[in-house]
């Protein structure tokens, strides 16, 4: 992480909202203003992983080796780790615990070799449980959080508490 000059998390205080969308395009954007190859994703949404579907990359895998887990790479040469490059097949669930995911996630952050980056877009699950907090704990030097509504009375409501 000490490679990466700037870290952006975008959340959402509920799901369906655009979060992952906007994700991609904030890295899509980046890139080809200059930032090619320079710009990562962290899909951390461990139950509703998306971005490589966004981006086409289902059905490829992360490299997993002793020296570290390298990122898939997309469009622009954005890399991209998701936990649906961990799955066996796109059907698969995800039905883990606490511990679990905050072991995953954790994992996520200390062992990819993500290499030298302008920016790493950090994709949070909805919400404000265990793991955007975890994630933000762990991620002390944020740079920036991108907060994602829509215009309805609820979803707004649910951005004011988080």
């Known amino acids: 992480m000490s490679r990466i000059a700037h870290k952006i998390a975008v959340i959402s205080g509920k799901g369906g909202v655009g979060k992952t969308t906007v994700t991609v395009n904030l890295a899509m954007a980046f890139a080809v203003h200059g930032h090619v ?3 990562g994703i962290l899909d951390a949404d461990i139950h509703g992983p998306s971005v490589p579907t966004m981006l086409g990359l289902k059905g490829r895998r992360l490299g997993v080796v002793p020296a570290g887990i390298f990122p898939a790479i997309g469009p622009l040469g954005i890399r991209v780790v998701s936990m649906d490059f961990l799955l066996p097949d796109e059907e698969s669930p995800v ?23 302008d920016y790493l877009f950090i994709d949070l699950p909805p919400g404000t449980g265990d793991e955007p907090l975890s994630i933000l704990q762990l991620l002390p030097d944020m740079d920036g959080v991108v907060i994602v509504t829509i215009p309805s009375e609820v979803s707004q409501h649910v951005v004011r508490k988080a």
Request: charged share 25%; hydrophobic share 50%.
């Open 37 to 39: 190859d320079r710009v």
């Open 95 to 117: 039905v883990w615990r606490g511990p679990l995911k905050m072991r995953a996630i954790s994992q996520f952050l200390s062992d990819v070799a993500w290499g030298e980056l």
